[in-house]
């Protein structure tokens, strides 16, 4: 089936963002379909406008994802004509989250490549199976050591704690650094991660090349344990950075936009 979409890149997650409207019946359709079309696709989403400053986000398993969040305010403002150089500020209402989320960003280059902050939801802090658990409505991360696991291990057993969780999506943030991360003995040390992500609702299992919410459950996390308000996170797709700020977490990353392969109409 033809459908309209536009293809976001943050921090190398590769997020499919469906413009075109669906129904209950077909809806599973396209984001199996999205997968089809774009091969290098961590994730699929829907976005609506509601104005020239709102957009609805409604991911595949409605679940929440920092980076969809910031990516779907970068498609409105890239629609609304953000120019270069420019700044603008995007409300975004997101499934897995229960407010609107605010996102400042910048037009920083003739391309549609963005800079973006998203004032995070405060997930809570608590533990399973001796590791800590940062959750937020919508996704819950366990933070773990880097060799605890095979990868053939961690892929079996997230989705058993998923469903022991009863989470709708859970990450495990796979941590070269955990003792550095929780001693909190060097304040300006990067955090290394390899984030998994399995999502309930959609059957999805992916080693995503950056994770947003997880990133910020690392940075939310050092910041409980040691008071540390800045953090900048190290993955496969690149760095994300995690700033605390009158006790809410926020994330900044870059994203760049292009047209899909079945897009009616270009960027």
Not at 53 to 72: D, P, V
Not at 159 to 167: G, P, Q
Not at 258 to 266: C, F, I, L, N, V
């Amino acid at each position: 089936m033809e459908f309209d979409y536009i293809v976001a890149d943050p921090t190398g997650n590769i997020t499919v963002l469906v413009r075109s409207h669906y129904t209950a019946e077909n809806r599973q359709q396209i984001i199996n379909e999205s997968f089809a079309k774009e091969p290098s696709c961590e994730q699929a989403g829907f976005i609506m406008p509601v104005s020239g400053k709102t957009i609805r986000l409604e991911m595949m398993g409605y679940e929440f994802c920092g980076h969809a969040t910031l990516s779907a305010a970068a498609y409105l403002a890239h629609a609304n004509g953000l120019k270069t150089g420019g700044t603008d500020t995007i409300m975004v209402d997101s499934s897995g989250a229960d407010e609107l989320l605010e996102v400042g960003l910048k037009h920083a280059s003739d391309e549609p490549v963005y800079t973006g902050t998203v004032r995070m939801p405060v997930p809570e802090v608590s533990s399973f199976r001796g590791y800590p658990l940062v959750s937020f409505d919508g996704i819950s991360h366990m933070i773990i050591p880097s060799d605890i696991y095979t990868d053939e291990q961690a892929e079996s057993l997230i989705r058993e704690y998923a469903s022991e969780l009863k989470v709708s999506a859970l990450g495990m943030m796979l941590c070269d650094d955990y003792d550095e991360l929780c001693s909190g003995r060097n304040e300006d040390a990067g955090i290394y991660i390899r984030p998994l992500v399995y999502v309930q609702g959609s059957d999805t299992l992916f080693w995503e090349h950056g994770c947003a919410t997880g990133s910020t459950a690392l940075g939310w996390y050092r910041y409980h344990l040691s008071g540390i308000a800045s953090t900048e996170i190290n993955q496969p797709g690149g760095t994300i950075h995690v700033d605390v700020t009158d006790g809410r977490p926020s994330l900044t990353a870059t994203v760049a936009l292009s047209s899909g392969r079945a897009s009616t109409r270009p960027l």
